[in-house]
């Protein structure tokens, strides 16, 4: 299922390690090592595009019960999310990531945890998964996970062109993310690999290009974000975002997190301050504000119909899939609140 020649960049990049000879293996799936000049360690080569860290723990699981774990296994992959490399370490697997450098070959007497010089790629494909194309890959995330993807269905609900989907799902069918069943106008696919689909648009989807930081008095987050519904005054489209969006889908903090909201990028952030009656403050803001042109994150934005103490009636909130690549990519605890959200999301697709 994962195997495959040895890719062509993956020598250049462990050529990079000082001390450290590449050499070809005994068979095309393979290659060799040498430390110093010292004996040969011979490694298995796994090339996954994208590995989630669902898809690594059934591999892991394959092998252990084949007791193919006897032998060395290298993992040539293009990224891999933070806990699919703990999983990874843990097992003792060496990987390789051609996007970031990270090269961590592990067998005995053989240790190498660094990152080397990213090898320049060609122009990205067309299909990368930001902005509209992202929209492709949010669509399947929420109503497609134990669906037949069709085509035409898919660009609608999407709101995208049927070439743009079809760019997108030949990419992901190449990625081993979807499966392709019958062919010309009785074409259709599943999606055999979510949580790698998540990892992919999480790496390639672009952070908010504006962001502001305001002060809302109010003696706790929960407060602020009962306060939130003031923004309707706008009359422009708002949504919660990031962690905190994200711990309402699959709650996990103990403390609630600063809130973020999305607001139309027409929106002069002092309107938007001076309707939650705060001010923009660069330092201990309490309210973070995005903004991006075409307001893509509003598509699949829905309204919050949960009854809590705190939640404003109707709370306008970004799909759980954005919140999870929002909440990914923050600091402190948001990891927790994404790895709690991406295995409801998981979960959900597998019921």
Not at 26 to 31: E, H, N, R, T, Y
Not at 39 to 60: I, M, Q
Not at 270 to 286: D, F, H, P, S, T
Not at 304 to 318: K, N, S
Request: overall charge positive; charged content about 20%; aromatic content about 8%.
């Amino acid at each position: 299922m994962y195997r495959d020649a040895v890719p062509v960049w993956l020598p250049p990049m462990l050529e990079q390690v000082a001390g450290l000879e590449v050499q070809g293996g005994p068979g095309f799936q393979s290659i060799s090592l040498v430390v110093n000049r010292g004996r040969a360690t011979n490694f298995d080569v796994y090339f996954v595009p994208v590995l989630s860290w669902e898809k690594a723990e059934e591999l892991l699981r394959t092998w252990h019960n084949s007791n193919l774990l006897e032998h060395h296994k290298l993992i040539a992959t293009r990224h891999l999310a933070s806990a699919t490399r703990e999983l990874l370490r843990e097992a003792g697997i060496s990987w390789v990531e051609e996007s970031q450098g990270i090269c961590h070959l592990s067998a005995p007497g053989l240790l190498v945890d660094v990152k080397v010089d990213v090898l320049p790629r060609p122009p990205a494909v067309r299909a990368s998964l930001r902005d509209r194309s992202g929209l492709v890959a949010e669509t399947l995330l929420l109503s497609f996970l134990r669906q037949e993807i069709r085509l035409a269905s898919l660009a609608k609900q999407s709101n995208v062109s049927t070439a743009l989907a079809s760019r997108v799902l030949g990419r992901l069918a190449k990625l081993n993310l979807l499966d392709t069943h019958n062919s010309g106008p009785r074409r259709f696919w599943l999606l055999s690999n979510p949580g790698g689909l998540l990892d992919l648009w999480a790496t390639e989807e672009q952070s908010a290009p504006q962001t502001a930081g305001l002060y809302v008095w109010s003696r706790s987050p929960q407060e602020l974000l009962g306060k939130l519904s003031q923004l309707n005054q706008l009359n422009q489209r708002w949504a919660l975002a990031g962690t905190s969006a994200a711990n309402l889908y699959a709650p996990t903090l103990t403390t609630f997190p600063d809130p973020v909201v999305w607001v139309d990028f027409r929106v002069p952030i002092r309107e938007v301050a001076r309707a939650l009656g705060g001010e923009i403050a660069e330092k201990g803001a309490n309210l973070q504000v995005w903004q991006a042109k075409h307001n893509l994150a509003f598509t699949k934005s829905t309204a919050w119909t949960r009854a809590t103490d705190f939640v404003p009636p109707q709370l306008p909130i970004v799909s759980a899939p954005r919140a999870y690549i929002e909440a990914l990519k923050g600091a402190g605890r948001s990891q927790e609140a994404a790895q709690s959200l991406r295995q409801r999301i998981i979960s959900d697709g597998n019921s």
